[in-house]
């Protein structure tokens, strides 16, 4: 089965930036219907970041929109997650989400926003 690695996450304080990354042990991320960045804080649900489809269109939560941008990185294999103007609000596990043919989620990655 694909695994799905994230990096880049980290310790930040109010108004800064992070960059995550998600990649495939194997296989294109091309292949892959919808690529997507999850999250999940303490004693609350996982929820839906933002995604990007094959064919190209992004979906964000209201929650971020403005502030992070999904992309493709095809050189690299890789869907990355920017995310600017972070807030404490934003502090949670960020998973990474590979959808159809491969239907598999990475392990998560903190990201911890000091006020």
């Known amino acids: 089965q694909v695994q799905v690695v994230e990096s880049g996450g980290g310790l930040v304080q109010a108004g800064g930036s992070l960059r995550l990354s998600c990649t495939l042990s194997?296989?294109?991320?091309?292949?892959?219907?919808?690529m997507g960045w999850y999250r999940q804080a303490p004693g609350k649900q996982r929820e839906l970041v933002a995604s990007?489809?094959?064919?190209?269109?992004?979906n964000y939560a209201d929650s971020v929109k403005g502030r992070f941008t999904i992309s493709r990185e095809s050189a690299k294999n890789s869907v990355n997650l920017q995310m600017n103007g972070l807030k404490p609000e934003d502090t949670a596990v960020y998973y990474c989400?590979?959808?159809?043919?491969?239907?598999?989620w990475g392990q998560g990655i903190q990201v911890t926003v000091s006020s």
């Open positions: 194997f296989g294109s991320i091309l292949l892959v219907n919808v």
């Open positions: 989400n590979a959808g159809s043919p491969f239907n598999s």
């Open positions: 990007i489809s094959r064919a190209g269109p992004a």
